[in-house]
Nanobody
Framework: QVQVVESGGGLVQAGGSLNLSCTASGLPFRNYAWGWFRQAPGKEREGVSCIWNNSPTYGDSVKGRFTISRDNAKDTVYLQMESLKPEDTAMYYC??????????????????WGQGTQVTVSS
């Protein structure tokens, strides 16, 4: 049984930082691209970042502020978020096997999602 579990969300003031973690079990972690999507109330789902091998891709709205990394030995992917803005407020979801291109992040191939972790940035 595949399990994908996010953690690390919370409430932070604008300009602050959070580090999200996503841990997987039940599948060969290193064989897949991993990444993060987010969705705010009333807005479309947005690809935030993904990583395949050691090549990261970022959405335009988070470039320069977020850093994705993976630890294959721990079956964990991380999203370090810096200089947070109120518009970063959303539910953040970890995803497996997303289409992670050099400049694109797509959900069409995703096989598993985490349950989400809420990030709230106050102004």
């Amino acid at each position: 049984q595949v399990q994908v579990v996010e953690s690390g969300g919370g409430l932070v003031q604008a300009g602050g930082s959070l580090n999200l973690s996503c841990t997987a079990s039940g599948l060969p972690f290193r064989n897949y691209a991993w990444g993060w999507f987010r969705q705010a109330p009333g807005k479309e789902r947005e690809g935030v970042s993904c990583i395949w091998n050691n090549s990261p891709t970022y959405g335009d709205s988070v470039k320069g502020r977020f850093t994705i990394s993976r630890d294959n030995a721990k079956d964990t992917v991380y999203l370090q978020m810096e200089s947070l803005k109120p518009e970063d407020t959303a539910m953040y979801y970890c995803a497996v096997n997303l289409a992670c291109g050099t400049s694109s992040i797509a959900a069409i191939t995703i096989t598993h999602w985490g349950q989400g972790t809420q990030v709230t940035v106050s102004s």
